[in-house]
């Protein structure tokens, strides 16, 4: 077995459903549930499947380990970009697989232990409800990391839910946010321990299965498709990025594990 397939065997998303409550897991604690290419697409899959049965009536998203729910994305598969076409590519293939979990038509409830990052950030958006550990943080670091940028649906959808100066903190500024001070903005429904968040979970999904499944997916879908009408065509900026020495720069330092050094070429 090669060191990728073995990678991709530690990396998986596991769907239970137990009556009408549904609960998916990003199981890839090696590298704190990072999202690979199999992972996007196996929850782009299964959301489309969830959708389809109307027997689950409430999802659940949480990651493995307890540590992190999802730490970004493979930083890998960014090495063989070579265009600003190829980041192009991937930002539509990323909202491509986030699509069915933000338009379910079923109420959703992320819950967030630890890190929620780049692309775990996006996820944890595209639910309706996010509850949180006390000392989870929440962020998109790019301007630290690896020099690239969001989508414009990305964009639009954190916005609509974090707010302009939020998102300018964790985009021009690389901030992570803490639960506490997103508790107070509205993102998080609710902060509490570890150890009383299943109980907090289970109170509110029975809570959300208890109400009109057709009023609730008319309101969450009328408000998803407002949200998906504030993108516009900002495709000139992605190939300029993605196209970007730093970007490549970026890359290789992330990978060899190195501080980048922004030469704005």
């Known amino acids: 077995m090669s060191s990728q397939e073995h990678q991709d065997k530690l990396a998986q998303v596991v769907l239970e459903v137990r009556g009408?409550?549904?609960?998916?897991?990003?199981?890839?604690?090696?590298?704190?549930?990072?999202?690979?290419?199999?992972?996007?697409?196996?929850?782009?899959?299964?959301c489309m499947d969830i959708a389809k049965n109307p027997e689950i009536r409430v999802?659940?998203?949480?990651g493995a380990g307890g540590k992190s729910f999802v730490a970004g994305s493979d930083i890998a598969q960014f090495a063989d970009f070579q265009s600003g076409q190829d980041g192009i590519h991937y930002e539509e293939r990323i909202d491509q697989y986030l699509a069915p979990l933000a338009m379910l038509p079923i109420p959703t409830i992320a819950v967030i232990e630890g890190m929620a990052v780049g692309g775990g950030l996006a996820i944890a958006t595209c639910c309706d409800f996010r509850i949180a550990t006390p000392d989870a943080r929440f962020g998109v670091?790019?301007?630290?990391?690896?020099?690239?940028?969001?989508?414009?649906?990305?964009?639009?959808?954190?916005?609509?839910?974090?707010?302009?100066?939020?998102?300018?903190?964790?985009?021009?500024?690389?901030?992570?946010?803490?639960?506490?001070?997103?508790?107070?903005?509205g993102y998080l429904f609710n902060i509490c321990e570890a150890k009383d968040l299943d109980q907090e979970v289970h109170a509110l999904a029975e809570r959300l299965r208890s109400l009109a499944p057709i009023t609730q997916k008319s309101s969450k879908l009328m408000l998803a498709r407002q949200i998906a009408n504030q993108a516009t065509d900002c495709q000139d900026l992605i190939s300029e990025t993605y196209a970007s020495a730093d970007f490549k720069h970026g890359v290789a330092s992330f990978l060899s594990g190195v501080a980048p050094r922004w030469t704005g070429k």
């Open 59 to 62: 999802l659940v998203l949480r």
């Open 20 to 46: 009408n409550i549904a609960y998916m897991t990003f199981d890839h604690v090696v590298a704190r549930n990072a999202m690979t290419v199999g992972m996007y697409q196996s929850l782009q899959t299964l």
């Open 141 to 185: 670091p790019i301007a630290k990391t690896l020099g690239n940028c969001l989508s414009a649906s990305n964009l639009a959808w954190l916005v609509s839910h974090l707010g302009v100066p939020i998102v300018k903190r964790m985009l021009l500024l690389a901030e992570m946010i803490s639960a506490p001070e997103l508790l107070k903005q």
